[in-house]
């Protein structure tokens, strides 16, 4: 089994930046691909982005694309999602997730309970 705990979030102004971590803990997660997913309130969760296990690939959902960055550090078992200009619109419950096999934006097996953004304008 793999726990993932993410940490980071908290309340920030338009144009600011934050950065959220995926600690993953149970197995190590350098073959898994590692997912960033949203939900705002009375939205359904959407796709931000994922990483490759070895992090060569990157996929990311286009309103984050120039904004938001994926990267991981398989020596500390860690996703990170850099998040730059932000606006309310990034508003949400941001989660991480992890799952076998090749990079996808969907069927993640893992996921974390999330933590939240607060973007005020």
């Known amino acids: 089994q793999v726990q993932l705990a993410e940490s980071g979030g908290g309340l920030v102004q338009a144009g600011g930046s934050l950065r959220l971590s995926c600690a993953a803990s149970g197995r190590t997660v350098s073959s898994y691909v590692m997912g960033w997913f949203r939900q705002a309130p009375g939205k359904e969760r959407e796709f931000v982005g994922a990483?490759?296990?070895?992090?060569?690939?990157?996929r990311y959902t286009e309103s984050v694309k120039g904004r938001f960055t994926i990267s991981r550090d398989n020596a500390k078992n860690t996703a990170y999602l850099q998040m730059n200009s932000l606006g309310p619109e990034d508003t949400a419950i941001y989660y991480c997730?992890?799952?076998?096999?090749?990079?996808?934006?969907?069927?993640?097996?893992?996921w974390g309970q999330g933590t939240q953004v607060t973007v005020s304008s």
């Open positions: 997730a992890a799952r076998r096999g090749i990079i996808a934006t969907s069927a993640f097996d893992y």
């Open positions: 990483i490759s296990g070895i992090g060569t690939i990157t």
